[in-house]
């Protein structure tokens, strides 16, 4: 009887939940299961990308579990109201259970265990267990066919639509879906171009993708513009990736002959050209602080090599090279119908498919298009591991890579791309999200992905990880990809995967244009014409063994790029990744650099740093020699619209102001200090100073803190020798009163202070000062440039000294 | 006059492009579930959704952000999907599944293979039904929806815009809060609060079932029936705001300073609800200001004068009186005076002159390609049938709608403008970059 009890109050407390009621067996191991139950609860984390979320439940161990049962208890009370809706109605004594519930959360409080408190909720449940059993009659009448989920139906045939193609004497292949579903066409041209090197022009393709569009010889851009949106048309500019045009098929004319003229009579203006170099330009900034990009970078480089197209990479200095003439070149030598295909989708047949043809495309000149042969790209014979230093990173990104030769519609691409799936595809379940994310919670996300391409693919494995674990996290990678070619995956996996992969493909051929995409594919990589009708058929063949064979063949732990962007601090644990335990360091372009820092062995020490510093800016007669200073600034906020203008003023014996100014908009940014009060002023309204706030500024209003560094009581400490921008520097630890640091760097060469990076509200800030030049006597740097680094992205702030007034005399009304 | 009519049949089945209309079947279960279903066999694959009447406007001034919650929540399981599953049996299956809040809905989908309907139905009353609304999945969500308002609001550039813009357009509608809402009420709201909530807006009287894809209508009704049929009916009232916003009087001017790097001028002009006759003609002034790159905004803006980087206007399409926003973001070094200076050019020119012929033309066509290009997929045509019979009680909106834009003369476009497009019936906002 006990035993039925406690069963039922179980099924109750779980508003009978099948899989609950299966886990309770008797006494006490039916309570042990019971909590690895509220246990499991907590612990399983949801996967749904709308709420990714991780909690490392574990560590909490028992007060999570007293919790949990806690919060079941608790969910009970306010469960039996609302259920008693549907099928306890009012028979239950509702009081009774809310008092049950709690007298157990305050037994659990107490920390009394398991057996004790179950043991009293089954007493209690005893007086109203025929209630609850009539309930649950009713219910399962009702609803009990809900407790399972449904069985999938017998799976539906696949059908892909059918296409038609034909070839004009040009060479132009044309193919054709027709799909008279809605009154639309859509054209798609594409030049099926073998890469080909740009050498030190990199960044022409990029520019002519910008330019297409922008006029002909007949018409200006704003009236291309107004044909387009006249008609209501789309169409994309893409350069070599093609160019995509879709309207509605009562306006197939005016597209056609729009489209046309583009293509074939494209006029590229200087104006245009200049803008386009200005963008690229300036997304070339702002990869500089980009560790994705510059991940992508190094692999590209390290997989394909300078000497192939995919390892060649965009600088300023390729995009300087670039003239109007080269976008013209590359138009006019690819842009050719021998080479190219025309894909039409839509409400269109073949008779009227080859009539426009004939009209718009027969007399587009064809020119041999010559094909460069292309350097092979082997994996490395053995791990290297590549560094790229980023100032201040918290995380580091991971990529594990290689070149691979994997063609799209090979024998191996299918199998492949059910493995990569299992190890790091699309879903959730992939095996290193469950290892990094799910069972260490390194990252966010660890994925893989294979590229198949007709000329050189890559494997990548990749995630954004904490610094501390870095080393951890690499060897969990070289683990689950050595891993999948020492076991067979388990074929729960497989199947998941292939339902995934069978779903996503099925759902994609509900857009004609995935359709096209498919003959597009074919034929540019001659491809059975069956080949996608048997893709299904193919995948759902697949074994485990298939895989392991691919794995076997693909899946190669020892010989990878491996490259980290990240903080150099940790570098030093990465060496035992490298075969030769060597790391080698890139910037961002992917040029080899020497970061690596010095011992100091000729018995400097800081005093001297600092002298040689205060000489070099003046030396300390100069510098303070003088009564009243100021000096006047251009300031430039990348990306921000408004020229700035910085004010700042001395005057003995520590007054200080600065004013920051733009034009239109006035003062943005203001502070004075008239030696006892001070305050701030700006956009926000002004503010008095005071305190703790005046006593952390104090450095910032004299105009050489050096001079000053026993009364601010500043401690140094000299480091090491770093290279600064290729020239050696001390790196120097300041230490202020309260504790804060900063790391100064002080070229050797020359004394001068050259960097500083520290952290303030939050964020971090790396300011370099450059060109050093003498004004009067003085010594300043003239050009500044700071990057302050926040969640939210990095901002960089430059500025210009324009000029330094020197004991002209500044109002004193300035500093009050 | 015979003649004349001819003539009208004439242009009009040469100006249109002749789209085959969507065909459907609806009907409502005796709990008040509405159910329509549309059938279309030449995908294997099946949109099922259902489209709940409660969004933000629906909340207590105090429990803000509650509507948008309950989308995270119900994905956390019920009496028979334990937490996590829901998506486990969407992604097993090779299906894909997704869910939005607004103002005034919430909304949930999934496309599955064709083979799998009985799952999709199966998932969504179980959500209808008896999902699980308890302290660990309201403690996980928070957590979610925190990290959802830091990604999407907080440091998204002018992500607070939406948010700026309506609490100084609406005072007293509940339009003035963001649907994301405020953490401090979710943190405030107890379980109960919770309970109640999905017990009063989660009802099948207050939802809409559509299905659109390879199905056969006739079996999908007996699964519709089995496994929505036993839903019961909500016994409570359903709470519809009925708050009028008062006529605006002055303009409000504002100034925010954001972590931006390009200065923006933000309009937000109050106009008539979706459906309504001036709505339409809102809605395609909209587009002569900014559909497009020869729209006059944009050609103003960023071509001709190249002030701007981008110019734009969107209309707010909203079941109570909504806005028109436009947009403008500024280049580097221009002012953002000068910029609003052209922007109230442009809606002047509207009251003072007639469109041309051409951009009306023009305006008609962008209706008419954007018109046939939407629901060319199931879950685009579960989406529109659900919303219109929800809010216009008209499913066949799906095929008509476009006539009522097209009834829209060039008259109307003026005093649209006249109307609506004046200072003391707008919102202004600056948008700068923070020092």
Same mark, same amino acid.
């Given at each position: 009887?006990?035993?039925?009890?406690?069963?039922?109050?179980?099924?109750?407390?779980?508003?009978?939940?099948?899989?609950?009621?299966?886990?309770?067996?008797?006494?006490?191991?039916?309570?042990?299961?019971?909590?690895?139950?509220?246990?499991?609860?907590?612990?399983?984390?949801?996967?749904?990308?709308?709420?990714? &979320?991780?909690?490392?439940?574990?560590?909490?161990?028992?007060?999570?579990?007293?919790?949990?049962?806690?919060?079941?208890?608790?969910?009970?009370?306010?469960?039996?109201?609302?259920?008693?809706?549907?099928?306890?109605?009012?028979?239950?004594?509702?009081?009774?259970?809310?008092?049950?519930?709690?007298?157990?959360?305050?037994?659990?409080?107490?920390?009394?265990?398991?057996?004790?408190?179950?043991?009293?909720?089954?007493?209690?449940?005893?007086?109203?267990?025929?209630?609850?059993?009539?309930?649950?009659?009713?219910?399962?009448?009702?609803?009990?066919?809900?407790?399972?989920?449904?069985?999938?139906?017998?799976?539906?045939?696949?059908?892909?639509?059918?296409?038609?193609?034909?070839?004009?004497?040009?060479?132009?292949?044309?193919?054709?879906?027709?799909?008279?579903?809605?009154?639309?066409?859509?054209? %798609?041209?594409?030049?099926?171009?073998?890469?080909?090197?740009?050498?030190?022009?990199?960044?022409?393709?990029?520019?002519?993708?910008?330019?297409?569009?922008?006029?002909?010889?007949?018409?200006?851009?704003?009236?291309?513009?107004?044909?387009?949106?006249?008609?209501?048309?789309?169409?994309?500019?893409?350069?070599?990736?093609?160019?995509?045009?879709?309207?509605?098929?009562?306006?197939?004319?005016?597209?056609?002959?729009?489209?046309?003229?583009?293509?074939?009579?494209?006029?590229?203006?200087?104006?245009?050209?200049?803008?386009?170099?200005?963008?690229?330009?300036?997304?070339? @900034?702002?990869?500089?602080?980009?560790?994705?990009?510059?991940?992508?970078?190094?692999?590209?480089?390290?997989?394909?090599?300078?000497?192939?197209?995919?390892?060649?990479?965009?600088?300023?200095?390729?995009?300087?090279?670039?003239?109007?003439?080269?976008?013209?070149?590359?138009?006019?030598?690819?842009?050719?119908?021998?080479?190219?295909?025309?894909?039409?989708?839509?409400?269109?047949?073949?008779?009227?498919?080859?009539?426009?043809?004939?009209?718009?495309?027969?007399?587009?000149?064809?020119?041999?298009?010559?094909? &460069?042969?292309?350097?092979?790209?082997?994996?490395?014979?053995?791990?290297?591991?590549?560094?790229? #230093?980023?100032?201040?990173?918290?995380?580091?990104?991971?990529?594990?890579?290689?070149?691979?030769?994997?063609?799209?519609?090979?024998?191996?691409?299918?199998?492949?791309?059910?493995?990569?799936?299992?190890?790091?595809?699309?879903?959730?379940?992939?095996?290193?999200?469950?290892?990094?994310?799910?069972?260490?919670?390194?990252? &966010?996300?660890?994925?893989?992905?294979? $590229?198949?391409?007709?000329?050189?693919?890559?494997? *990548?494995?990749?995630?954004?990880?904490?610094?501390?674990?870095?080393?951890?996290?690499?060897?969990?990678?070289?683990?689950?990809?050595?891993?999948?070619?020492?076991?067979?995956?388990?074929?729960?996996?497989?199947?998941?995967?292939?339902? %995934?992969?069978?779903?996503?493909? =099925?759902?994609?051929?509900?857009?004609?244009?995935?359709?096209?995409?498919?003959?597009?594919?074919?034929?540019?990589?001659?491809?059975?014409?069956?080949?996608?009708?048997?893709?299904?058929?193919?995948?759902?063949?697949?074994?485990?063994?298939?895989?392991?064979?691919?794995?076997?063949? %693909?899946?190669?732990?020892?010989?990878?790029?491996?490259?980290?962007?990240?903080?150099?601090?940790?570098?030093?644990?990465?060496?035992?990744?490298?075969?030769?335990?060597?790391?080698?360091? %890139?910037?961002?372009?992917?040029?080899?650099?020497?970061?690596?820092?010095?011992?100091?062995?000729?018995?400097?020490?800081?005093?001297?740093?600092? @002298?040689?510093?205060?000489?070099?800016?003046?030396? $300390?007669?100069?510098?303070?020699?003088?009564?009243?200073?100021?000096?006047?600034?251009?300031?430039?906020?990348?990306?921000?619209?408004?020229?700035?203008?910085?004010?700042?003023?001395?005057?003995?014996?520590?007054?200080?102001?600065?004013?920051?100014?733009?034009?239109?908009?006035?003062?943005?940014?203001?502070?004075?200090?008239?030696?006892?009060?001070?305050?701030?002023?700006?956009?926000?309204?002004?503010?008095?100073?005071?305190?703790?706030?005046?006593?952390?500024?104090?450095?910032?209003?004299?105009?050489?803190?050096?001079?000053?560094?026993?009364?601010?009581?500043?401690?140094?400490?000299?480091?090491?020798?770093?290279?600064?921008?290729?020239?050696?520097?001390?790196?120097?630890?300041?230490?202020?009163?309260?504790?804060?640091?900063?790391?100064?760097?002080?070229?050797?060469?020359?004394?001068?202070?050259?960097?500083?990076?520290?952290?303030?509200?939050?964020?971090?800030?790396?300011?370099?000062?450059?060109?050093?030049?003498?004004?009067? @006597?003085?010594?300043?740097?003239?050009?500044?440039?700071?990057?302050?680094?926040?969640?939210?992205?990095?901002?960089?702030?430059?500025?210009?000294?324009?000029?330094?007034?020197?004991?002209?005399?500044?109002?004193?009304?300035?500093?009050? | 006059?015979?003649?004349?009519?001819?003539?009208?049949?004439?242009?009009?089945?040469?100006?249109?492009?002749?789209?085959?209309?969507?065909?459907?079947?609806?009907?409502?279960?005796?709990?008040?579930?509405?159910?329509?279903? #549309?059938?279309?066999?030449?995908?294997?694959?099946?949109?099922?959704?259902?489209?709940?009447?409660?969004?933000?406007?629906?909340?207590?001034?105090?429990?803000?952000?509650?509507?948008?919650?309950?989308?995270?929540?119900?994905?956390?399981?019920?009496?028979?999907?334990?937490?996590?599953?829901?998506?486990?049996?969407?992604?097993?299956?090779?299906?894909?599944?997704?869910?939005?809040?607004?103002?005034?809905?919430?909304?949930?989908?999934?496309?599955?293979?064709?083979?799998?309907?009985?799952?999709?139905?199966?998932?969504?009353?179980?959500?209808?039904?008896?999902?699980?609304?308890?302290?660990?999945?309201?403690?996980?969500?928070?957590?979610?929806?925190?990290?959802?308002?830091?990604?999407?609001?907080?440091?998204?550039?002018?992500?607070?815009?939406?948010?700026?813009?309506?609490?100084?357009? &609406?005072?007293?509608?509940?339009?003035?809060?963001?649907?994301?809402?405020?953490?401090?009420?979710?943190?405030?709201?107890?379980?109960?609060?919770?309970?109640?909530?999905?017990?009063?807006?989660?009802?099948?009287?207050?939802?809409?079932?559509?299905?659109?894809?390879?199905?056969?209508?006739?079996?999908?009704?007996?699964?519709?029936?089995?496994?929505?049929?036993?839903?019961?009916?909500?016994?409570?009232?359903?709470?519809?705001?009925?708050?009028?916003?008062?006529? $605006?009087?002055?303009?409000?001017?504002?100034?925010?300073?954001?972590?931006?790097?390009?200065?923006?001028?933000?309009?937000?002009?109050?106009?008539?609800?979706?459906?309504?006759?001036?709505?339409?003609?809102?809605?395609?002034?909209?587009?002569?200001?900014?559909?497009?790159?020869?729209?006059?905004?944009?050609?103003?803006?960023?071509?001709?004068?190249?002030?701007?980087?981008?110019?734009?206007?969107?209309?707010?399409?909203?079941?109570?009186?909504?806005? *028109?926003?436009?947009?403008?973001?500024?280049?580097?070094?221009?002012?953002?005076?000068?910029?609003?200076?052209?922007?109230?050019?442009?809606?002047?020119?509207?009251?003072?002159?007639?469109?041309?012929?051409?951009?009306?033309?023009?305006?008609?066509?962008?209706?008419? =390609?954007?018109?046939?290009?939407?629901?060319?997929?199931?879950?685009?045509?579960?989406?529109?049938?659900?919303?219109?019979?929800?809010?216009?009680?008209?499913?066949?909106?799906?095929?008509?709608?476009?006539?009522?834009?097209?009834?829209?003369?060039? @008259?109307?476009?003026?005093?649209?403008?006249?109307?609506?497009?004046?200072?003391?019936?707008?919102?202004?906002?600056?948008?700068?970059?923070?020092?």
């Amino acid at each position: 009887m006990k035993k039925f009890i406690l069963i039922l109050s179980f099924i109750c407390l779980n508003t009978y939940s099948q899989d609950k009621q299966e886990k309770l067996g008797s006494t006490l191991e039916e309570i042990k299961s019971c909590l690895q139950f509220v246990e499991k609860k907590k612990v399983k984390k949801s996967n749904s990308r709308k709420y990714e &979320y991780i909690k490392d439940f574990k560590t909490e161990g028992w007060v999570c579990i007293e919790k949990g049962i806690n919060s079941y208890i608790k969910g009970f009370s306010f469960q039996t109201d609302w259920s008693s809706d549907i099928y306890l109605s009012k028979k239950i004594n509702n009081e009774d259970l809310i008092k049950l519930s709690e007298l157990i959360k305050n037994e659990s409080y107490k920390k009394k265990r398991n057996y004790e408190y179950l043991e009293l909720i089954s007493k209690k449940i005893n007086t109203i267990s025929s209630d609850i059993l009539i309930g649950k009659n009713q219910w399962e009448k009702l609803h009990g066919f809900r407790s399972k989920p449904p069985q999938a139906g017998k799976a539906p045939e696949i059908k892909i639509g059918d296409y038609q193609e034909f070839k004009l004497k040009n060479g132009l292949e044309v193919i054709l879906v027709e799909n008279h579903k809605k009154p639309v066409v859509s054209f %798609y041209l594409v030049p099926d171009y073998s890469p080909f090197l740009e050498n030190e022009k990199v960044g022409i393709k990029d520019m002519l993708s910008m330019m297409m569009g922008s006029g002909t010889k007949t018409k200006t851009k704003t009236e291309i513009n107004e044909i387009t949106d006249y008609i209501g048309a789309t169409i994309n500019y893409n350069g070599l990736d093609g160019l995509f045009a879709s309207a509605l098929k009562k306006h197939q004319k005016v597209l056609l002959e729009l489209i046309n003229d583009v293509i074939k009579n494209p006029v590229f203006s200087s104006e245009e050209f200049n803008k386009a170099k200005k963008q690229l330009l300036s997304g070339l @900034e702002s990869q500089k602080s980009n560790p994705g990009a510059i991940s992508n970078n190094i692999s590209n480089l390290l997989n394909y090599g300078k000497n192939h197209p995919y390892g060649e990479l965009i600088t300023e200095k390729t995009l300087n090279n670039i003239n109007l003439n080269d976008v013209k070149n590359l138009y006019s030598k690819y842009f050719r119908p021998n080479i190219s295909y025309l894909v039409i989708v839509g409400d269109i047949n073949v008779d009227e498919a080859k009539e426009i043809c004939d009209k718009y495309f027969k007399k587009w000149k064809k020119k041999k298009v010559v094909t &460069y042969p292309l350097v092979e790209c082997s994996p490395p014979k053995n791990n290297q591991l590549a560094f790229v #230093h980023k100032e201040g990173a918290v995380q580091s990104t991971i990529k594990v890579t290689y070149p691979i030769n994997l063609k799209p519609g090979s024998e191996d691409y299918i199998a492949c791309k059910v493995m990569n799936s299992i190890l790091g595809g699309g879903v959730f379940s992939g095996r290193l999200m469950q290892n990094l994310r799910e069972d260490k919670a390194f990252t &966010y996300g660890a994925r893989s992905s294979i $590229k198949s391409d007709k000329y050189v693919g890559d494997f *990548t494995a990749y995630a954004d990880v904490r610094n501390e674990v870095t080393d951890s996290s690499i060897v969990e990678f070289l683990y689950e990809i050595d891993r999948m070619n020492k076991e067979l995956v388990t074929s729960k996996e497989l199947n998941v995967i292939k339902n %995934y992969m069978t779903g996503s493909f =099925s759902r994609s051929l509900e857009s004609p244009f995935r359709v096209a995409q498919l003959a597009l594919n074919i034929k540019m990589n001659d491809l059975s014409k069956d080949y996608y009708k048997n893709y299904l058929k193919k995948l759902n063949s697949i074994s485990v063994k298939n895989i392991y064979e691919v794995a076997k063949k %693909y899946m190669k732990p020892d010989n990878c790029n491996i490259i980290v962007v990240g903080n150099k601090k940790i570098a030093k644990k990465l060496e035992k990744f490298d075969f030769n335990k060597k790391i080698t360091f %890139y910037n961002y372009i992917g040029d080899v650099i020497n970061i690596k820092s010095k011992k100091i062995n000729d018995g400097t020490t800081i005093e001297d740093i600092i @002298e040689k510093n205060i000489e070099a800016q003046g030396g $300390k007669n100069h510098m303070t020699k003088w009564n009243n200073v100021k000096l006047i600034s251009n300031i430039e906020i990348q990306g921000a619209p408004m020229k700035i203008n910085l004010e700042q003023g001395y005057k003995k014996p520590n007054l200080f102001y600065m004013s920051m100014k733009a034009k239109m908009i006035g003062e943005i940014q203001g502070m004075k200090f008239n030696g006892e009060t001070g305050s701030t002023s700006g956009m926000q309204g002004e503010k008095e100073l005071k305190g703790e706030d005046l006593n952390k500024r104090i450095e910032e209003f004299l105009l050489f803190p050096i001079l000053s560094r026993n009364e601010l009581e500043h401690t140094f400490k000299l480091i090491e020798i770093e290279p600064i921008n290729g020239s050696d520097s001390y790196k120097v630890i300041r230490t202020n009163k309260i504790g804060e640091e900063k790391t100064m760097y002080f070229e050797i060469s020359s004394g001068q202070l050259v960097k500083e990076i520290f952290e303030k509200d939050g964020m971090q800030n790396i300011i370099e000062y450059n060109n050093y030049t003498k004004f009067e @006597e003085l010594i300043f740097p003239q050009n500044i440039k700071m990057s302050i680094t926040s969640p939210q992205g990095t901002q960089i702030v430059k500025s210009n000294l324009t000029e330094v007034i020197i004991d002209k005399g500044i109002e004193d009304s300035n500093f009050n | 006059m015979k003649f004349y009519t001819f003539i009208f049949l004439f242009t009009f089945s040469f100006a249109f492009s002749q789209v085959k209309p969507i065909e459907f079947t609806e009907f409502t279960l005796n709990n008040g579930l509405h159910v329509i279903l #549309h059938e279309d066999n030449s995908t294997p694959i099946v949109a099922i959704s259902v489209m709940y009447h409660v969004g933000s406007k629906n909340e207590n001034p105090e429990r803000t952000g509650m509507a948008h919650f309950f989308e995270h929540l119900l994905f956390e399981g019920s009496e028979n999907i334990s937490r996590g599953e829901f998506d486990d049996y969407i992604e097993n299956s090779g299906g894909s599944n997704n869910a939005y809040t607004s103002n005034d809905k919430t909304y949930y989908h999934e496309v599955l293979p064709s083979n799998q309907l009985d799952l999709g139905l199966w998932l969504e009353s179980e959500r209808m039904l008896h999902a699980k609304v308890e302290p660990i999945g309201i403690e996980t969500q928070r957590e979610v929806v925190k990290e959802e308002k830091r990604q999407r609001v907080d440091n998204q550039p002018y992500g607070t815009m939406i948010g700026e813009m309506m609490k100084r357009a &609406y005072i007293k509608h509940p339009y003035r809060w963001t649907v994301i809402g405020s953490m401090e009420h979710l943190n405030a709201a107890t379980e109960k609060e919770f309970m109640d909530f999905y017990k009063t807006f989660y009802a099948p009287n207050n939802a809409v079932l559509s299905i659109a894809g390879d199905i056969n209508i006739e079996e999908t009704k007996l699964l519709v029936n089995k496994y929505f049929s036993n839903i019961p009916k909500s016994k409570h009232d359903i709470p519809r705001p009925n708050t009028i916003e008062p006529e $605006k009087n002055r303009e409000i001017r504002d100034t925010i300073f954001d972590n931006i790097q390009l200065d923006a001028i933000i309009h937000g002009y109050h106009i008539p609800a979706q459906g309504s006759k001036d709505f339409y003609a809102v809605d395609m002034l909209n587009k002569i200001l900014s559909d497009g790159k020869s729209s006059r905004l944009h050609k103003e803006l960023v071509e001709k004068s190249q002030k701007c980087v981008y110019a734009g206007a969107f209309t707010f399409n909203l079941e109570d009186p909504g806005l *028109t926003i436009a947009f403008a973001m500024a280049n580097s070094g221009e002012n953002p005076e000068e910029i609003e200076n052209i922007m109230n050019k442009e809606y002047n020119k509207l009251k003072s002159e007639f469109i041309t012929d051409r951009e009306l033309e023009k305006v008609r066509n962008q209706i008419e =390609s954007d018109f046939v290009n939407s629901n060319s997929r199931m879950d685009g045509i579960a989406e529109s049938l659900a919303n219109y019979y929800l809010f216009y009680k008209n499913t066949n909106l799906i095929n008509e709608e476009i006539n009522r834009y097209l009834a829209v003369t060039k @008259e109307d476009i003026m005093n649209a403008a006249k109307k609506y497009y004046n200072k003391q019936n707008r919102v202004t906002l600056y948008y700068l970059p923070k020092k």
